[in-house]
């Protein structure tokens, strides 16, 4: 009998069972990422380095003019221009003056847009009221009379173009360091932070701040992307860098005339133009997947 009772307790206790095994959840990525990563980065070492490439000066002539891109010459490989100067040199000298802008204007636009958003959405009140004032009036304005404006009162060079790009972007900065700093002013963290006596400057550096930079730092490139249409287009209109300076907008500008006999000169600053543009939009894309944690949450 007790041997009954024995087995019938061993039958009686649960039986623990493994938990199954779950395979980690691989996240594809695209082509097109690593593509556009590796685009970004020969643009930028050839931009950096161009000085040391074996290369003539973008300023020389190099054949006759309006040659087809052919073989046999590293100079020639893409062409050359109405002057008979290498059209790749001027391309890789022409991505110093469009990356350059892009990027110093992007950061300065976000400083400064990311540092009055989140004074707007912090303080809140009559602070956040003539924040708010601010970024609509400047979205207000349009963009190009702005920069049109700017070129026409200031004279055309890389500093008037970067205080003319740096205000177009401030705003939407304004706004997105105000949104995210409402989110997080509200968290948890934020209010026992306030409660044990933190000043303001603690709370907006220490706290608030690397919550925030994340996701604009995420959307940069996409800023950085516009930025280099807009350098192409005030080049194109003749209200950019003045030459001889190569710029890719400049140089679809001097090509416009011969497309029909040599569309190599329009098409090609164009390509560098779209897979730059389409590289740091793929850039910020997954930059932003990866950072913001508002899509995730």
């Not at 707007?120 to 956040?128: A, E, L």
């Not at 700017?150 to 055309?156: F, I, S």
């Not at 190599?264 to 850039?283: D, E, K, R, S, W």
């Amino acid at each position: 009998m007790t041997d009954t009772i024995v087995s019938d307790q061993r039958a009686a206790k649960p039986q623990t069972t493994a938990d199954p095994a779950v395979p980690a959840v691989r996240k594809s990525r695209s082509i097109l990422v690593y593509l556009s990563f590796a685009w970004l980065l020969a643009t930028i070492v050839a931009a950096l380095f161009a000085d040391l490439l074996p290369l003539t000066s973008y300023a020389v002539p190099v054949g006759s003019p309006r040659q087809p891109p052919q073989l046999g010459s590293i100079e020639l490989l893409l062409g050359t221009d109405n002057l008979g100067r290498s059209i790749l040199t001027r391309c890789i000298h022409g991505a110093q003056v469009s990356l350059l802008i892009g990027a110093i204007a992007g950061l300065i636009g976000a400083a400064v847009g990311t540092c009055v958003g989140m004074l707007g959405g912090y303080f809140q009140r009559s602070v956040d009221s003539a924040v708010r004032l601010l970024s609509d009036a400047m979205l207000a304005f349009p963009p190009l009379i702005l920069l049109m404006a700017l070129t026409a009162v200031l004279t055309p060079s890389l500093r008037t173009l970067l205080l003319g790009l740096s205000l177009l972007i401030i705003p939407s900065f304004i706004r997105l360091a105000r949104a995210n700093t409402l989110a997080w002013t509200v968290r948890e963290f934020v209010l026992a932070a306030r409660n044990m006596g933190a000043g303001h400057g603690r709370i907006l550096f220490k706290e608030l701040m690397p919550n925030v930079l994340p996701p604009l730092l995420a959307y940069l490139p996409i800023v950085m992307a516009a930025l280099i249409v807009a350098e192409g287009s005030l080049s194109f209109l003749g209200l950019g860098i003045p030459p001889p300076t190569p710029s890719w907008g400049g140089m679809i500008a001097d090509g416009k005339d011969g497309i029909s006999t040599a569309p190599h000169m329009v098409f090609v600053p164009a390509v560098m133009i779209f897979g730059t543009v389409f590289a740091l939009n793929q850039a910020g894309d997954y930059l932003r997947a990866r950072f913001d944690r508002t899509m995730r949450d």
